[in-house]
């Protein structure tokens, strides 16, 4: 797996598409309506660190990973403006492993990563975040849907790949319309929050 590190920290050169300044509102939601509950939750790919740092406000053990260093730096800082106690690690998510024990979180949330891994390292990216999660422990997912239009963005992805890509390792629990925020989609891009629990027991 090659990854062009040059190609992500170009994008912080100025403010990037997805670094809207707070965190994306689905997530905000799921706290609202009691569905995540503080706990230990894994952010991956955080990049700027909105998401990670409201659930560390709300008082889970959060940590974010990032693959780019201009990242982790601003997230750290805005951690820091906001006095909170949130962990910010620069590595590559298709290789947690070497980060993170197995069963170490009850949540990964995904902002906006999913639809950016090459589909050849989506198979790997999947074992990766089930190593983290603990039995039982939940996956929630926010990608560009097959809805949004074609145009500038990342890759539009359907359920049926969601599915495909997901199952049999969780279990998918829901696959909701929603809204992606960003810096160039007036009103944000049409997403899809996913939530998928893993096996009680490992098979």
Known sequence: MVIKLSTWSASYSSIPPWDVGHPQQAFVKLVEHGELIPSRVLDIGSGPGENTIFLAEQGFSAVGIDFTPEAVEIARDRAAQHEVDAEFVQGNVLDLERFFEANSFDYVIDSGLFHSIRSEDLDQFVRQVRHVLRPGGVYYMLCFSDKEPPGFGPRRVSKEKIRKTLEPGFRIDYI???????????????????RAKTHQTRE
């Open 176 to 194: 909701h319309d929603t809204i992606f925020e960003s810096r160039i989609h007036q009103g944000g891009a049409r997403a899809y929050l996913t």
